[in-house]
C-alpha cells in the first residue's frame, strides 16, 4: 500500500510519509508519525506512535500508545510493545558537536537495536541502544534494558535483571 492510499485510510491526524512501506491490514489510530520505516502485515499502532526512518517492525505486532520506536530498531513478528515504551539509538546524546553547533546526521553514530520475534516488552520500559530482546522475552513494565536479554527471558528493574527464564511452550 502506498503513504498516498495510507493516508486517505487513516485519516488526516496520521502523518504518514511517502518513503513509508505498510504491509496489509496495518491498524493505526489517531496521531501516528511514521517516516521512512517499514510496518509489516497486520500490525496494529496505538495513538501518539512515532516510527522513524531506518526502523523495521514486523507481522502481527501490537504497538501501544505514546510509544517511540527510532532509526537504528529493528522489531521481529509478533512482538507486543506496551504503552509509553521508549527506545534509544545513540550512546553518548549530545545537543551540539564539538564545535558547538547542533548535531546532524554525520556528527552521531546510530547504535542498532532487535526486538526478536514474539516477546513483550511492558508499558514504560526503556530500551537502550545496543541490545538485542530475545525471542518470547519479557520486558517488565518501567524497566531500563540496558544489556541483551536471552531468549524466553522475564526481565525487570533498572537496570533490567533476569528474574527467571520460562520453559520454552509447546509447539513454538
Known sequence: MSARD??????PTCRIA????LG???RMHAFVNLYGCQV?????????????KGARIGKNCKIQSH???CEGVTIEDEVFIGHHVTFINDLFPR???????????????????????????GSSATILCGVTIGEY??????????????PYAIVA???????RIMDRPEGL
Do not use: H, M, Y
Open 95 to 121: 545537543a551540539t558537536n564539538g564545535q558547538g553547533q547542533i548535531k546532524r546526521d554525520n556528527d552521531w553514530k546510530c547504535i542498532p537495536t532487535v526486538v526478536k520475534r514474539g516477546a513483550s516488552i
Open 157 to 163: 528493574g533498572n537496570p533490567a535483571r533476569i528474574l
Open 6 to 11: 495510507s493516508l486517505r485510510d487513516f485519516g
Open 40 to 52: 509489516g502485515d497486520n500490525t496494529q499502532i496505538g495513538t501518539f506512535v512515532e516510527i522513524q
Open 18 to 21: 511517502p518513503d513509508v512501506q
Open 137 to 150: 522475552a519479557l520486558v517488565g513494565a518501567g524497566s531500563v534494558v540496558t544489556k541483551d536479554v536471552p
Open 24 to 26: 496489509k491490514g496495518v
Open 67 to 69: 510509544t517511540f520506536i
